[in-house]
C-alpha cells in the first residue's frame, strides 16, 4: 500500500509540507518553535490538506496518527531559536521510540540531515555523538535501510 499521509517534524518555513501538499492527500506537519510554527501556518494557509501543529513532537505525534500508512520525514537537529524549550536537543529519539510502538508495516521513515550523523558535521554536538544508521535502525526495531539520498537516510518498516 503507498502512503497517502505525509508527516514532518521541524515545519521551519514549510517548504517540505507545500511540497507534499502536492503528493499526498494528508500533510500534518509539527514545529517546536511557536514563532516558526505561527509563521508556517500563515505560509501554508492556502494549502486546506495542511495543517501545523507547534510543540515537542514526541507529545505530538501520537496526538495526530492515524492507523494508516504514513511517510514520516524527521528532522533529526534540534530547535535552533534562542529561548525556545528544547533548544539544541534533538526530538528524534523520542520520535523513533514513538514510531517502534507503530505497528503499520508500510511506514517510511525519512531522517534528515544525514551530513551531521555522529557528531562532527556541525562541530561537536552531544546530541548528535549517537546519530548513526545503526542506532536508527536498532531504535525503529524493525526497520530496513532503504539507503542515503541526498542529505536524508530512509528506512523502510516493512517485514519483507
Avoid at 534533538?90 to 507503530?102: C, V
Avoid at 557528531?119 to 546530541?127: I, K, S
Wanted: glycine fraction near 10%; aromatic fraction near 10%.
Amino acid at each position: 500500500m503507498t502512503p497517502d499521509r505525509y508527516i514532518e517534524t521541524g515545519t521551519l518555513y514549510g517548504a517540505s509540507a507545500r511540497m507534499a501538499s502536492e503528493l499526498f492527500r494528508t500533510v500534518e506537519t509539527i514545529e517546536l518553535s511557536k514563532v516558526m510554527a505561527a509563521d508556517a501556518a500563515q505560509r501554508l494557509f492556502c494549502y486546506p490538506n495542511v495543517t501545523v501543529f507547534q510543540g515537542a513532537s514526541g507529545d505530538v505525534l501520537p496526538s495526530i496518527d492515524a492507523d494508516e500508512p504514513c511517510v514520516f520525514y524527521l528532522d533529526a537537529h534540534g530547535c535552533k531559536e534562542i529561548n525556545t524549550a528544547g533548544q539544541g536537543h534533538t526530538g528524534l529519539w523520542d520520535e523513533l521510540e514513538y514510531l517502534a510502538r507503530r505497528e503499520q508495516p508500510d511506514d517510511l521513515v525519512i531522517v534528515d540531515d544525514f551530513h551531521a550523523f555522529g557528531g562532527g558535521a556541525d562541530g561537536p554536538n552531544p546530541f548528535w555523538a549517537d546519530t548513526t544508521e545503526t542506532n536508527i535502525l536498532k531504535a525503529l526495531g524493525r526497520a530496513k535501510r532503504c539507503g542515503v539520498f541526498g542529505d536524508q537516510f530512509a528506512a523502510s518498516c516493512r517485514n519483507g
